[in-house]
């Protein structure tokens, strides 16, 4: 089993930057794919950002590439999101979500372990 936390989400004006974080328990965070999600209202979830579980590779959904930076520290079993020129279209709930795998997947029906979310909000 793996709990996941998320947290460092807030209100920022446009091209403000915010940094979540998602903190894992178990001691097993490093057989773990992560990836960051987005959910806003009446939108459907949205895959943002994944990690494979040594943290060697990267991927982005082309919405936010170039702006947001994933990034996986398995010595504190935490994932990051540093989410830089933020905009209005970013806000949403976002989640981590994890899942013991080699490579790392795009859809959340992949993920097996999912944090409760943290409220982004940017405003114009």
């Known amino acids: 089993q793996v709990q996941l936390v998320e947290s460092g989400g807030g209100l920022v004006q446009a091209g403000g930057s915010l940094r979540l974080s998602c903190a894992a328990s178990g001691r097993t965070f490093s057989s773990f794919a992560m990836g960051w999600f987005r959910q806003a209202p009446g939108k459907e979830r949205e895959f943002v950002a994944g990690?494979?579980?040594?943290?060697?590779?990267?991927y982005y959904a082309d919405s936010v590439k170039g702006r947001f930076t994933i990034s996986k520290d398995n010595a504190k079993n935490t994932v990051y999101l540093q989410m830089n020129s933020l905009k209005p279209e970013d806000t949403a709930v976002y989640y981590c979500?994890?899942?013991?795998?080699?490579?790392?997947?795009?859809?959340?029906?992949?993920?097996?372990?999912w944090g409760q979310g943290t409220q982004v909000t940017v405003s114009s």
């Open positions: 990690i494979t579980r040594g943290g060697g590779n990267t």
């Open positions: 979500a994890a899942v013991r795998t080699f490579g790392v997947p795009n859809k959340g029906s992949e993920f097996d372990y």
